[in-house]
């Protein structure tokens, strides 16, 4: 998973409470990517990062934010969850804009 | 526009055909068009990919053609395997370093071959 982990692997949270997921990487990749994959709607960016401190919203961003403190950490917080925020997060890496991500093996997320 | 459509949902094919998967896009900015492969549990892994300057790119078995008039581009996997079978995602992103590099993702074929 060209040297991408993300933490926890799976999660089972409830209603209402702040969640983070995190993903860090060892390739010194510029630009970072949170989607999440549900059925019938392929992968959906939620946030990305093109630097440190530098993050901009996706096309599914609400009730979601993140934060990019190092090079090789990007987190992304549910700042309180929802159910319909049940879903499968992918986070993904590229050295620049317009070539190959490369994605983690996934968080799977449940809210109850 | 920034939707790909992808069809079909789902595909059946049996060891040794032709697995043939569709994607459309409507906005004409897009500038590269990858193919990734998803196996249950595990993150999607890039296959393949095209950018419109060329009308036809193979790599062994898998093959991508492009038609930029209208907006499709399609991914051909010859002498289909068993081991073959996942999730195949077409996806897109904008030209320029302003894009970023984001990707539209199209919807998902599973693709299931039999023995």
């Known amino acids: 998973d060209a040297g991408i982990t993300q933490s926890p692997r799976h999660k089972v949270t409830e209603t209402g409470t702040p969640v983070t997921l995190r993903c860090h990487q060892t390739?010194?990749?510029?630009?970072m990517y949170w989607y999440r994959q549900d059925p019938g709607h392929g992968l959906r960016l939620i946030h990305y990062?093109?630097?440190?401190?530098?993050?901009d919203k996706g096309e599914v961003s609400d009730g979601y934010s993140v934060s990019r403190s190092k090079t090789e950490d990007f987190l992304l917080t549910l700042e309180s969850a929802t159910s319909s925020q049940t879903s499968v997060y992918f986070c993904?890496?590229?050295?620049?804009?317009?070539?190959?991500?490369?994605f983690g093996p996934g968080t799977r997320l449940t809210v109850l | 526009q920034q939707q790909v459509k992808q069809s079909p949902q789902s595909l059946i094919v049996q060891k040794g055909g032709i697995s043939i998967i569709n994607c459309a896009y409507e906005?004409?900015?897009?500038?590269?068009f990858p193919w990734y492969q998803q196996f249950p549990g595990k993150g999607p892994a890039l296959l393949i990919a095209?950018?419109?300057?060329?009308s036809e790119k193979k790599e062994g078995r898998f093959t991508i053609s492009f038609n930029k008039s209208a907006k499709q581009f399609s991914l051909h996997i010859m002498d289909s395997q068993p081991g073959d079978s996942a999730t195949y995602f077409c996806?897109?992103?904008?030209?320029?370093?302003?894009?970023?590099?984001?990707?539209?993702f199209g919807q998902g074929t599973i693709l299931t071959v039999h023995p």
């Open positions: 390739e010194n990749h510029r630009y």
């Open positions: 990062s093109y630097g440190v401190k530098d993050t």
């Open positions: 993904a890496i590229s050295e620049s804009a317009g070539n190959t991500q490369y």
């Open positions: 095209i950018r419109p300057d060329v």
């Open positions: 906005n004409t900015a897009f500038d590269y």
């Open positions: 996806a897109a992103s904008l030209a320029g370093g302003t894009s970023y590099g984001k990707l539209t």
